[in-house]
């Protein structure tokens, strides 16, 4: 049987890389290419969708695979990928299509939008760290999957403060400074981990009051908002500390709270006080511009070129029927020198398209320009709006899917 799985492993790869090479000669001829109807062929069609931004639906009958791409041209400054929240909040679902719509009604010119972390269905809470439009909404060290084979934090997409796209395994890195020191933050608005002692920090973005906690000596110290200085978020600490968990949190403000014998340490800091919050992640090189954009995947495809899925089980703890069965996919990845972002759908379970395996996933990013690349979301997540329609086709019997957030491209004025 393992011989067999290998002739047809062996087999896909071949079938994925005959793929890619068909859809690059496509592409050269695709200005060319009508729209397409019902064909018996591999086809392209492609689209301007505005200056900087094609779409393309590719089809590929010996997979079978019907492939949605997207590529956005990123020195274009007219050009902005926006991370979005489901409903603005930090927990709720939300329709792709009426997430653009959404935006749209605000005036915004939406010209794409893709599904992208992993989510959980009962609350619609993202699994991985959250920077929207340069806020931190969300900070963890360790991924919150209930999937994964071992505890570990994923790899995420972020853009920093320049535009410049970036991929790694970034870890929440947050302090709190005062004048008789620093406490080092867990997590910002998340549970904590389990273990002995730790502070966590509550924005208004988690809701009207902090995460309970009835197994540990706590200390909830109450935060006002006092401006910002380059990265660093300042308050005052406002207000009694409080010695139980699930406290209010102010309206603009925030709520400190310590665990264990930190909570000694929260207490500590005295009424009327100044404190600087620095947010930000590690990796991060010296004098590096601060993160605009962060969201997760699940797990990386490709590493400096390189197909990394078989390693992604031991890495990022994947498992097995979701990397080796196909499924409906979503992939982002971005080229060699930075330029090109590639957003990418494939259709499943399906007749017409059956779904990619993660490495098969890898070889077409690659052969599409990626050089680095990060699987989203996929199954009946799977969905990409181009302009102000649905173009790939969600395999959910129900249609598409209410999500967790968006990745959503816009067009602005120049800059």
């Not at 209930?146 to 994923?154: E, G, I």
């Not at 208004?204 to 910002?228: C, I, S």
């Not at 207490?267 to 992640?281: N, P, W």
Request: glycine letters at 12%; charged letters at 20%.
């Amino acid at each position: 049987m393992s011989g067999q799985g290998d002739r047809r492993d062996a087999e896909r790869g071949v079938r994925a890389r005959h793929f890619a090479r068909v859809v690059l000669a496509a592409v050269a001829a695709a200005t060319a290419a009508p729209l397409l109807g019902a064909q018996v062929a591999d086809s392209v069609a492609t689209r301007a969708v505005a200056p900087g931004v094609t779409h393309q639906r590719l089809v590929r009958l010996a997979g079978p695979w019907v492939v949605n791409l997207l590529t956005v041209d990123l020195r274009r400054n007219d050009l902005a990928l926006r991370h979005v929240r489901a409903l603005d909040r930090l927990r709720g679902r939300e329709k792709i299509s009426a997430i653009a719509a959404r935006l749209a009604a605000t005036g915004a010119e939406v010209l794409a939008a893709v599904n992208a972390d992993f989510f959980d269905l009962a609350t619609g809470e993202n699994e991985n760290n959250q920077v929207v439009d340069g806020e931190w909404w969300k900070g963890v060290k360790v991924t919150g999957s209930p999937f994964d084979t071992f505890d570990n934090v994923h790899t995420q997409f972020a853009l920093d403060a320049l535009g410049r796209p970036l991929l790694d395994r970034f870890v929440f890195d947050g302090e709190v400074r005062g004048a008789a020191g620093a406490v080092p933050l867990l997590a910002l608005n998340a549970a904590r981990a389990p273990g002995p002692e730790g502070a966590v920090l509550f924005t208004a973005r988690f809701g009207g009051a902090t995460a309970r906690d009835t197994a540990n000596q706590v200390a909830e110290a109450p935060l006002l908002a006092a401006g910002r200085r380059a990265d660093t978020l300042l308050y005052v600490r406002r207000g009694a500390v409080r010695a139980s968990s699930g406290g209010a949190i102010p309206g603009g403000g925030a709520v400190l709270a310590g665990y264990g014998p930190r909570a000694a340490r929260v207490a500590a800091f005295a009424e009327g006080e100044t404190l600087a919050v620095v947010l930000g992640a590690s990796p991060r090189a010296p004098g590096a511009a601060p993160l605009a954009l962060l969201v997760g995947g699940w797990p990386r495809l490709l590493a400096d070129g390189a197909n990394v899925v078989e390693r992604a089980a031991s890495v990022e703890g994947t498992i097995s029927r979701n990397a080796e069965v196909r499924h409906p996919r979503t992939a982002i990845g971005f080229s060699r020198d930075s330029t090109m972002l590639v957003l990418v759908t494939v259709d499943g379970r399906s007749a017409r398209s059956a779904g990619m395996t993660l490495v098969e996933l890898a070889g077409l990013m690659r052969e599409l320009g990626a050089w680095q690349a990060l699987n989203f979301d996929g199954g009946g997540s799977t969905t990409m709006v181009v302009r102000d329609a649905i173009v790939n086709t969600p395999s959910d019997p129900s249609g598409e899917r209410s999500v967790g957030n968006a990745l959503v491209l816009v067009r602005r004025a120049p800059r």
